[in-house]
Nanobody
Framework: QAQLVESGGGLVQTGGSLRLSCGAS????????VGWFRQPPGKERAFVAG????????DYAASVKGRFTISRDNGKNTVYLQMNGVKPEDTAVYYC????????????????????WGQGTQVTVSE
């Protein structure tokens, strides 16, 4: 099972950009579809974006479509989430996770389909 580590979070002003990274150790994450989720303060964790194993298919929550881009570099065993035009409502802890049962297509939007999670990285967007 892959071990995942997120990085790249921090404090950013409204309208700014951040790039989150999800690095894998152990079994290669290249065999897995990967999703990004986020959990705002006091709210449930929710799907943000997903990418298939080859990086050719992506899926986005409506709230981030057109602003965020998910991508992957299988040579570096890393999945990225480029966040542009951030808003205060994007403030959350961001998690990456693998959907190891998904062989084809984008991963599930249901967090219970995922079987390995990173520890999360905090993103705070100031007014």
């Amino acid at each position: 099972q892959a071990q995942l580590v997120e990085s790249g979070g921090g404090l950013v002003q409204t309208g700014g950009s951040l790039r989150l990274s999800c690095g894998a150790s152990g079994r290669s994450s290249n065999t897995y579809a990967v999703g990004w989720f986020r959990q705002p303060p006091g709210k449930e964790r929710a799907f943000v974006a997903g990418i298939n194993r080859s990086g050719t298919e992506t899926d986005y929550a409506a709230s981030v479509k057109g602003r965020f881009t998910i991508s992957r570099d299988n040579g570096k065993n890393t999945v990225y989430l480029q966040m542009n035009g951030v808003k205060p409502e994007d403030t959350a802890v961001y998690y990456c996770a693998v959907d190891s049962r998904r062989r084809f297509g984008v991963p599930s939007r249901d967090e219970f389909a995922y079987d390995a999670w990173g520890q999360g990285t905090q993103v705070t967007v100031s007014e």
